[in-house]
């Protein structure tokens, strides 16, 4: 019987496991991969929006002091320079995501395959059109009540 450093007990004619040693930015060598995990990275001020939204619904929840609060915290620098750098990244997200759309769906018509070009462009004009759908109503709120 041969003790390894790396694994305790090895028997004769006992296949070894090969453990490759990769250095901890491993993926910051290739642009491809540092691009992949700054994706996903992404996904963290996309949860950054999701909690804002859960606690201005709170705030409002608790009462109109409890929002003016909220409100006020909304317009600190600190909060404002959050924002504008997680609205960079939710905008880097999401056309990741529609530039990999083509990949994720595949859509077929008979035995045909619709290109990812249609794809890709059919998703921005869908985001262009609620974008502006959106900012319509909130301009327009005044009047709509």
């Known amino acids: 019987m041969f003790k390894s450093s790396r694994f305790p007990i090895y028997y004769k004619g ?4 090969f453990v490759k040693d990769k250095p901890i930015f491993w993926w910051a060598l290739k642009w491809v991969h540092a691009r992949f995990i700054i994706r ?3 996904s963290v001020p996309v949860a950054f929006y ?20 909220f ?9 404002l320079s959050l924002h504008v750098i997680s609205f ?3 905008i880097y997200h ?9 990949k994720a769906i595949v859509i077929r018509i ?3 395959r619709i290109p990812g070009l249609v794809i890709t462009g059919l998703n921005y004009v869908a985001w262009a059109i609620f ?12 009047n709509l009540m």
């Not at 999701?50 to 609060?69: C, F, K, T």
């Not at 999401?94 to 083509?102: I, Q, Y």
């Open 71 to 79: 409100t006020n915290w909304l317009k600190t620098p600190l909060s």
């Open 40 to 42: 996903e990275l992404t």
């Open 110 to 112: 008979g035995k045909n």
């Open 14 to 17: 006992h296949p070894r496991m």
């Open 50 to 69: 999701a909690i804002i939204l859960i606690l201005q619904i709170r705030a409002l929840s608790l009462g109109p002091e409890a929002y003016a609060n």
């Open 131 to 142: 974008s502006v759908a959106i900012a319509w109503l909130f301009l327009n709120l005044d």
């Open 94 to 102: 999401s056309v990741t995501w529609f530039n990999l759309a083509p």
């Open 88 to 90: 960079l990244f939710v």
